[in-house]
């Protein structure tokens, strides 16, 4: 079992529709961080959220932490095929000392 | 500047043979990482290393065994492999580790390993 769930797991959808991820828990996490992964290669970092009901923008990409920090979201405006990928969320306890990933979400954007 | 290297990209073993996978950061960070990636379960962590010559156990351990004998490298040994350890593995590092919580992980490209 998981301790963080990603929803939904695929999802494919036409370039210019917006989306949103979910990555949800049941635990309190003191940050929470969200990683895409392109074929091939290792994860790279987007974006650390540590406050709950924090929203942070990466030009069309918005991340939420929820206000209890057990979950977050990421929504994608206007995406295009250069999103596609693997969304995975990881989050720290705190009183963890490791990063715990989600599932992921994999995403194609199609043109 | 490379970041993470990992070594090999790509290797295919019997049953009950040994490899060493290696890792090299040229970034300088204390924190590093092993990770095995399955469809479908993210990215588990395996051992990790909180600097030169520490090493501690993840989520998933069995069967593995690491070494921090640098700094800048981190190696991960398989004594005798069995086909539940066919997988992508991943090499991270940070320049700190929890309870820093805000410092990203700089990942490599992976090893895809896989057991016959």
């Known amino acids: 079992t998981q301790l963080l769930e990603q929803s939904p797991q695929f999802l494919s959808i036409q370039e210019g529709e917006n989306l949103t991820v979910y990555c949800n828990s049941s635990?309190?996490?003191?940050?929470l961080q969200w990683y895409r992964q392109e074929p091939g290669e290792g994860p790279v970092l987007l974006v650390t959220?540590?406050?709950?009901?924090e929203v942070k923008k990466l030009k069309r990409l918005t991340f939420q932490f929820g206000d209890a920090r057990k979950d977050s979201s990421l929504h994608i405006t206007a995406a295009q095929p250069g999103d596609t990928g693997l969304y995975l969320c990881?989050?720290?306890?705190?009183?963890?000392?490791?990063?715990?990933f989600g599932g992921g979400t994999r995403l194609m954007v199609k043109p | 500047n490379a970041g993470v290297t990992q070594t090999p990209k790509f290797r295919v073993l019997k049953t009950g043979q040994s490899m060493t996978l290696l890792c090299a950061q040229d970034?300088?960070?204390?924190?590093m990482y092993w990770y095995r990636q399955d469809p479908g379960m993210g990215l588990r962590l395996i051992h990790y290393s909180v600097g030169e010559g520490t090493t501690a156990k993840g989520e998933v351990p069995d069967g593995y065994n690491v070494s921090r004998l640098k700094k800048q490298n981190f190696l991960l040994g398989l004594e005798s492999a069995a086909p539940s350890q066919t997988s992508v593995y991943f090499c991270?590092?940070?320049?700190?580790?929890?309870?820093?919580?805000?410092?990203?992980?700089?990942f490599g490209d992976g090893t895809r390993l896989s057991i016959l």
């Open positions: 635990s309190v996490f003191s940050s």
């Open positions: 991270a590092s940070s320049f700190w580790g929890p309870p820093d919580s805000n410092q990203p992980q700089h």
């Open positions: 990881a989050g720290f306890h705190n009183a963890g000392n490791m990063l715990t």
């Open positions: 970034m300088n960070h204390e924190y």
């Open positions: 959220v540590v406050t709950g009901g």
